[in-house]
């Protein structure tokens, strides 16, 4: 059975582990590594980037020898949405105030989802603002403003 | 005796009218998401850790313990009812408990299992008490050399006893150790891995990557497969138990509870261990082993028990060494540290009534799942009719409110973002992520023991076998790879590790 490497688990994870080790010692080569005695700030982050590429050559391997396929799908649409809705929360919280942003948020992450109805969701995005200013802004009384910028 | 005047301080505490309150909320809302599949306890207890900053201390951790436990036994309902494991530790409910739903026999089912946990949570609770301050009191002696190694030990046993592979277990340890760097080092001052951005050189928060990693790939995950979700539900009636079937139950909840125990102190290990290996005692122990997976109460009293006491005894590793010993007590000691508690062996001698008034909260806690929840059966398996398309908004909601008021700070939702898309990418390449979460919260700790250590052996190493602590931690470290690595112990651990 021919497995790809683009869909071979362990070599990708592998590849992962590798990018991540090289990664760690790449950014920390400037960092004073010092002796065992007195370790430098680069000290600890340039072993653990050492052992973790050795791992993911050994996981690579592994991926080369077991040819085990990535299972089910990649779910492209949820994997973009919802990590979008909440960079754009993030974007509107501070501009738009709370209400505008929860509601956007809930709307917006509705929408992965594999059926979309609009006026449930709206209704359910309007219902869950309305939980979420009654528990946090009056009940534990955080302190962001509803609408408007601050 | 000091043993029971410190159960009464406890009690004293877990009584007042607030921490009732709070342990209430806490059993309420861990059942809740026990029966909810799709959310788990440690995603729930990451997005309310923040809202704990205005509750003191004690209420806080009641809360949050609640959940946990609460957790267990919601997922244990729906098991029974519908065949559905509402959490990962009551799959093994599911092979009998469902069976003897299927039977008319839901009422005994869910009663032995409320029971089980019942007796489970007592007898840990008073496990709890009688070793705690010893091992505190042990631990208290302990230097940078003995740190190191039991932080090592507990690493590596949660990486080979974590679900799938091992060395990509242990790899996912040392990810999570590199996350736990980013950040100003203390000793030299200087800012690593935070490539410019202010808000990095605080490091990375705890709950922006608990909540990225469990909650938003989570969903991501859930929405990409096919789930259909057929909600039929057995009429429960006779919520007890006959003599004869509290006869057959006893011995299980008994060996269960032991063997929760012993799994529950093992760093590194989740119930659904703990359970599974229940189950297989119970079938192995029977005279009459063709009776499981048909409906044998054996099969639910066992594994409940189990489940329950490995969720309690965990508290044990974690308040009197200041180790976690899974990552959602890697969650309850960031609970502490927002509240300016250092964890460690010194929380149970200066701030009893935070130790104590925990473990009696737990005990309460537990009397009040029985009491409270048979009854309300009906209401928690109604709420399973609430499709996934409504939940996942809800949970998004909660996560973004969750991680923004930690520190106000919006470059840690982007954070969170990042990180649920890396969380789905190792869940899909099956790299375990509880591991890294470990790794993440005693990368610090481990590093700066380490320097100790060597300062204080001027570089040589040998410090860590020359101690008779460390070098038992050192041993055991050791010991538990080789095994693990055999062979033959290596498929049957897949075998448990796939089935549970």
């Not at chain 2, 960031?334 to 062996?345: D, H, K, R, S, V």
């Amino acid at each position: 059975m021919k497995v790809e490497l683009r869909e071979n688990r362990d070599f990708l994870s592998g590849l992962m582990f590798i990018v991540i080790g090289l990664g760690a010692i790449f950014i920390a080569r400037d960092y004073p590594v010092g002796s065992a005695l007195r370790m430098g700030p680069g000290y600890f982050p340039v072993a653990l980037g050492g052992i973790l590429f050795l791992m993911g050559i050994y996981v690579m391997v592994q991926g080369l020898i077991k040819k085990e396929k990535v299972k089910g799908n990649w779910s492209l649409r949820a994997l973009v949405i919802l990590p979008l809705a909440v960079i754009v929360f993030g974007l509107m919280v501070e501009r738009t105030g709370f209400v505008p942003a929860l509601i956007v948020l809930a709307l917006l992450s509705a929408t992965a989802g594999r059926e979309f109805k609009f006026v449930e969701m709206l209704i359910l995005a309007i219902a869950l603002t309305a939980a979420c200013v009654a528990l946090f802004i009056y009940g534990l009384g955080m302190p962001y403003p509803l609408f408007g910028g601050h | 005796m000091e043993l029971f005047s410190n159960l009464i301080l406890g009690f004293s505490v877990a009584l007042s009218l607030q921490n009732l309150w709070f342990c209430f909320i806490g059993v309420f809302v861990g059942t809740l998401i026990g029966v909810l599949p799709g959310i788990g306890p440690l995603a729930t207890i990451a997005m309310l850790l923040p809202i704990t900053f205005n509750v003191p201390p004690v209420s806080a951790l009641i809360m949050l313990a609640g959940i946990y436990y609460g957790a267990q036994y919601g997922g244990s309902t729906t098991a029974i009812l519908v065949n559905l494991p509402g959490e990962t530790s009551a799959v093994v409910t599911c092979i009998d408990g469902y069976q003897m739903a299927r039977q008319g026999r839901a009422g005994p089912a869910l009663a032995v299992a409320a029971i089980g946990s019942f007796i489970a949570g007592t007898i840990c609770t008073l496990v709890i008490a009688l070793f705690g301050p010893p091992l505190a009191e042990m631990a208290l002696k302990f230097g940078a050399p003995e740190y190191f190694s039991l932080m090592l030990m507990g690493l590596v046993t949660a990486a080979v006893l974590a679900h799938g592979d091992m060395v990509k277990s242990l790899a996912m340890v040392v990810v999570g150790l590199l996350l736990g760097i980013v950040g100003t080092d203390v000793n030299s001052g200087m800012s690593r891995f935070a490539f410019g951005i202010a808000e990095l050189t605080d490091g990375i928060g705890f709950v922006v990557l608990a909540v990225g990693v469990f909650a938003v790939s989570e969903i991501v995950s859930n929405l990409g497969e096919h789930e259909e979700r057929q909600v039929f539900t057995s009429k429960v009636s006779n919520l007890w138990l006959t003599w004869k079937e509290f006869k057959q139950s006893f011995g299980p909840i008994m060996r269960g509870t032991g063997v929760g125990a012993f799994f529950g102190v093992l760093p590194g290990t989740g119930p659904a261990i703990a359970s599974f290996s229940s189950y297989m005692i119970e079938k192995k122990v029977s005279k009459t082993p063709e009776r499981f997976g048909k409906g044998a109460i054996e099969g639910v009293a066992g594994p409940e028990s189990a489940n329950n006491a490995d969720a309690q005894c965990k508290f044990i590793p974690t308040l009197t060494l200041g180790i976690p010993a899974s990552a959602v007590m890697a969650l309850m000691l960031g609970a502490l540290t927002i509240q300016g508690i250092a964890p460690g062996p010194q929380v149970m001698t200066q701030k009893p009534e935070l130790f104590w008034g925990l473990i009696a909260s737990m005990w309460i806690g537990n009397l009040m799942l029985v009491i409270l929840n048979l009854p309300m059966i009906g209401l928690w398996v109604s709420l399973l009719k609430v499709p996934y398309r409504m939940l996942f908004p809800a949970i998004m909601v909660f996560s973004c409110i969750g991680i923004y008021s930690v520190n106000n700070s919006t470059m840690e939702l982007y954070l969170a973002a990042l990180f649920g898309v890396l969380g789905f990418l190792w869940l899909k390449l099956e790299c375990a992520a509880a591991p890294m979460l470990l790794g993440f919260v005693l990368g610090p700790m481990m590093e700066e023991n380490l320097r100790r250590a060597l300062l204080i052996s001027r570089g040589d190493p040998m410090v860590f076998i020359e101690r008779p602590i460390s070098l038992g931690f050192i041993i055991a470290t050791v010991l538990i790879l080789i095994i693990m690595a055999a062979p033959a112990i290596r498929k049957r651990r897949e075998q448990i590790t796939d089935a549970a």
